[in-house]
């Protein structure tokens, strides 16, 4: 007996017969519009963009607070030259006129920062779409998806998953840092500030040193405090919308995570 020649199913009944069990090629639903793609990714270059110019303005405005500093100390000696007893004078001004730009660019540079971790954060969460979208892709991105704030910071280095760093390395490396730099040069200012403030007042050149370099010592002391104390305001003030598997998400204020 003669077979009857087999028919190729035609492509919608294909498609009825697929398992529905299969994952959606255009991700979940909320995501499934074409057009995500394209403002996903205009968003990810906008932010790209905003974090470049933070990152140029912080060493610009650190590096002109710099060339302010070497020149007006270059300044200083050549007054130095000519001034005779009225030199102390020259210096305190200078000085306090050098203290007020570097206080004035390390406020800036705290600002800054925190653009830059807000930058970061939004780029984060543009990755945790990404991923919802196609997440076999997960194995070829570098930088986490989630945004709290461990996972943020990966981006200089740590690994939150392995590595917590303790508050004397936190200190350390914001020493290393550009607001961490000119935090210490603004304590330098103001030890020779008051070291000058003190000469200029008749006092021993020794009480002069001392008094200097303890007004310096506790100047960077206390900056190190407000700045620990700002950066974690500043990680209060951040909603947490993906965070990593085991961390808790931000409480709004006045809850705690129980």
Do not use: K
């Not at 963009?49 to 200083?76: C, D, H, I, K, P």
């Amino acid at each position: 007996m003669e077979s009857l020649p087999r028919t190729e199913a035609p492509p919608s009944a294909i498609g009825a017969a697929a398992p529905s069990d299969q994952p959606d090629p255009h991700g979940p639903p909320h995501l499934a519009d074409p057009r995500a793609l394209q403002i996903l990714a205009t968003e990810h270059w906008g932010q790209l963009t905003a974090r470049s110019l933070v990152y140029n303005e912080t060493f610009t405005r650190g590096s002109m607070f710099l060339t302010f500093l070497s020149a007006s100390l270059v300044a200083l000696g050549f007054i130095y030259q000519g001034s005779g007893p009225d030199f102390v004078y020259i210096l305190i001004a200078i000085l306090a006129l050098d203290l007020f730009v570097g206080l004035t660019t390390l406020g800036r540079l705290a600002s800054a920062g925190y653009e830059e971790m807000r930058a970061l954060q939004a780029m984060n969460r543009i990755r945790h779409a990404y991923l919802e979208m196609v997440p076999a892709l997960e194995a070829y991105l570098s930088d986490s998806p989630f945004d709290d704030m461990e996972s943020v910071l990966s981006v200089y280095g740590t690994e939150p998953a392995t590595q917590t760093p303790s508050l004397l390395g936190s200190i350390l490396h914001g020493f290393t840092t550009m607001p961490g730099l000119i935090a210490t040069l603004d304590s330098a200012l103001v030890g020779a500030l008051v070291g000058a403030v003190i000469a200029g007042a008749g006092g021993e050149v020794r009480v002069a040193a001392i008094g200097g370099i303890v007004a310096g010592l506790i100047t960077a002391v206390a900056m190190t405090v407000v700045m620990v104390r700002t950066f974690g305001a500043m990680e209060r003030r951040v909603t947490v919308r993906f965070p990593a598997p085991g961390v808790l998400p931000a409480q709004p204020p006045g809850r705690r995570n129980t």
